[in-house]
C-alpha cells in the first residue's frame, strides 16, 4: 500500500513529505535487492573516496524500525542481511546456522562547518567463508537470505535556530526492511519550498536504490514522487 503525507520542514523552516509502501516480497526478490545495493549502490556511496569513508551520509538509527523480526539492530546502520548459511557437520553432512553481514557508519569528523564525514566499517558474523567478496553476497548459494535492512540519511548545511551558523543536519532519510515474506520502505525529506529540488536528483545513493527498488520489487518511488510534487 503506498502512501503520501505532507508534513512540516522543521529544520528548514518550509515542507516536508514522507513517502511510504509495504508490500509482500518473495525470497527472490529479497535476494535482488541485496545484490542490487552491494553491486550498484554501495559504489555510489564510496565513489571518488579516500578510503572507506563517506561524506554528507551516513546510516540509519537503530530504533528506526518499519518491520518487527530483527534482533539487535545497530547504530548508524547502512546495509544489514541475515539468514542462514551452510556449515558441515561431524558427520560430513550440510547443516545451516545463521549468519549475518553489516556496514556501519561510525561517526569519523567534520569537514570545516559544512560537512561531515563518517566512516564505513564491515561486520560479519556465522558460517560466512572470508574469501566471500561482499559484492557477491546477494546471490551467493548456497546462502539462504531471510531479511535485509537498509539505511541511509543524508546531511544539509542548514541554519541553526540559535543563530550560531550553519551546521550538517539530517534533512532526508530512505529506510527499506525486508522481513518474513514482507517489504517496507519509508522516504522523508524536508525541503526549503512547497516543490522544490527532486531529493533523487540530488543524492546519486537515494537514485541508485530508487533503481534498485523498481527493477527487483516493482516499488517505483520516484513516480510515487512525482504524483506528489504535482498534487
Request: neutral net charge; contains cysteine.
Amino acid at each position: 500500500m503506498e502512501t503520501v503525507r505532507r508534513t512540516r520542514g522543521w529544520l528548514l523552516g518550509g515542507h516536508g513529505f514522507e513517502l511510504a509502501d509495504t508490500r509482500p516480497l518473495s525470497p527472490g526478490a529479497l535476494s535482488a535487492i541485496a545484490d542490487g545495493f552491494l553491486r550498484h549502490v554501495l559504489p555510489t556511496l564510496v565513489a571518488a573516496q579516500r578510503g572507506e569513508t563517506l561524506t554528507d551520509i551516513k546510516g540509519r538509527n537503530a530504533q528506526d524500525e518499519l518491520l518487527p523480526g530483527v534482533s539487535h539492530p545497530a547504530h548508524d546502520e547502512v546495509f544489514r542481511l541475515g539468514g542462514m548459511g551452510p556449515v558441515a557437520s561431524a558427520s560430513g553432512a550440510i547443516e545451516f546456522e545463521p549468519f549475518e553481514v553489516s556496514l556501519l557508519s561510525p561517526f569519523g569528523r567534520f569537514e570545516g562547518s559544512s560537512h561531515i564525514v563518517h566512516l564505513l566499517e564491515q561486520h560479519r558474523a556465522g558460517p560466512l567463508p572470508a574469501w566471500l567478496p561482499l559484492r557477491l553476497l546477494g546471490y551467493a548459494a548456497p546462502l539462504r537470505p531471510t531479511f535485509l535492512r537498509i539505511g541511509l540519511e543524508r546531511f544539509r548545511n542548514v541554519l541553526t535556530f540559535a543563530g550560531l551558523g550553519h551546521t550538517p543536519q539530517v534533512t532526508d532519510s530512505l529506510l527499506i526492511d525486508a522481513v518474513g515474506g514482507t517489504l517496507s520502505v519509508r522516504m522523508t525529506s524536508e525541503r526549503n519550498k512547497r516543490r522544490d529540488a527532486d531529493p533523487f536528483l540530488e543524492v546519486p545513493c537515494f537514485r541508485a536504490v530508487a533503481e534498485v527498488l523498481r527493477a527487483a520489487a516493482g516499488v517505483d518511488l520516484r513516480t510515487l514522487l512525482q504524483k506528489s510534487l504535482v498534487s
